[in-house]
């Protein structure tokens, strides 16, 4: 079975930090471009990070310098550090992986930034 499970989200202060987990299964993630996308209430879904196979990163202006993503294709996974977190930031975020015109995503994790 094919699936990607994310893990890591949860509540956080305001500029404080959160890393959010992918673990891929069923499937070699070094096959794959993958990438983070977040959703939040009312907005449609945006993407915030990829990195494709050769290591590349590619990163949305509004998490640029505080979000880094990250693959370990020896483990599985893929991770998103996210640091100096804002409210603004609060939504579910997927993880998604790419090869060719197929897409698998995540189920989803909830992020919040509050005090």
């Known amino acids: 079975q094919v699936q990607l499970v994310e893990s890591g989200g949860g509540l956080v202060q305001p500029g404080g930090s959160l890393r959010l987990s992918c673990q891929a299964s069923?499937?070699?993630?070094?096959?794959?471009?993958i990438a983070w996308f977040r959703q939040a209430p009312g907005k449609q879904r945006e993407f915030i990070a990829g990195?494709?196979?050769?290591?590349?990163?590619n990163y949305a202006d509004s998490v640029k310098g505080r979000f880094t993503i990250s693959r370990d294709n020896a483990k599985n996974t893929m991770s998103l550090q996210m640091n100096t977190l804002k409210p603004e930031d609060t939504a579910v975020y997927y993880c998604a992986a790419t090869i060719g015109v197929s897409v698998t995503w995540g189920q989803g994790t909830q992020v919040t930034v509050s005090s």
């Open positions: 990195i494709t196979r050769n290591g590349n990163t």
């Open positions: 069923g499937f070699s993630l070094d096959d794959y471009a």
